[in-house]
């Protein structure tokens, strides 16, 4: 069964506002989240890492004001897109490590639509 | 800096065999992972290998040669329901960070 889900699984939105995507662990904790976002027909690209309790660390070239993540607990983190516009749609996802090197675990997805 | 290259998109045939290369340089390596991810999915497992060489599972194989930065996924006796995206992804130092090769599309015809 799943170990992460993702909430939302799809959201649509307009421009300018905000919008909170909760990726959860489930039955386990998940001291790192690290967050992919996946443009149409493009590879997943790491946009941060976060480790509970401490500041999430960015990939160059992120914002870090704009995609604000909070990784307050050992089953929750979050990420939020701020003043969302169009170019922000996109796929994200966020991942998790077992207790394993080669276990990794993914979320479904959030499905974001700026309009 | 770390590079990961794969074909954009492929075709097959439906019971064919096809070879999807992916060619790496990172600054650390710690293993590469394949991934096979549908259209609004997210990625699902499909292997991992860390030691130079073949590892075989079902239809499906993978392949390593840390030495020249390069893996392969091989998938034989092809099915329509392979059609999808296959990602690479190598492990840097320390073991969590994953970064994803560009992907491959892979068509599967009748």
């Known amino acids: 069964g799943a170990v992460v889900s993702q909430h939302p699984s799809w959201v649509i939105c307009k421009s300018g506002t905000s919008v909170k995507i909760e990726c959860r662990s489930l039955?386990?904790?998940?001291?790192?989240m690290f967050w992919y976002r996946q443009f149409p027909k493009q590879s997943l690209m790491l946009m941060a890492t976060?480790?509970?309790?401490?500041?999430?660390?960015?990939e160059q070239g992120v914002e870090k004001d704009k995609f604000l993540i909070n990784h307050a607990s050992l089953t929750l983190s979050t990420l939020t897109v701020t003043s969302a516009h169009p170019e922000d749609s996109s796929f994200y996802i966020c991942?998790?490590?077992?207790?394993?090197?080669?276990?990794?675990?993914f979320g479904p997805g959030t499905r974001l639509t700026v309009l | 800096g770390q590079n990961i290259d794969q074909p954009t998109e492929m075709t097959a045939t439906e019971g064919a065999i096809v070879q999807i290369n992916c060619t790496y340089q990172?600054?650390?390596?710690?293993?590469l992972f394949w991934y096979q991810q549908h259209a609004g999915e997210a990625p699902t497992f499909l292997s991992y290998?860390?030691?130079?060489g073949l590892e075989e599972k079902g239809r499906f194989s993978s392949f390593l040669s840390r030495s020249k930065g390069y893996s392969y996924l091989l998938l034989k006796e092809l099915q329509m329901k392979d059609s999808a995206s296959y990602l690479c992804?190598?492990?840097?130092?320390?073991?969590?960070?994953?970064?994803f090769g560009t992907g491959t599309r892979l068509l599967v015809s009748p």
């Open positions: 991942r998790t490590l077992g207790e394993a090197t080669d276990t990794q675990y």
């Open positions: 039955d386990f904790q998940a001291t790192t």
């Open positions: 990172t600054s650390g390596f710690n293993g």
């Open positions: 992804a190598v492990t840097g130092t320390g073991f969590q960070k994953l970064v």
């Open positions: 976060s480790n509970e309790g401490s500041k999430a660390t960015y």
């Open positions: 290998n860390v030691l130079d």
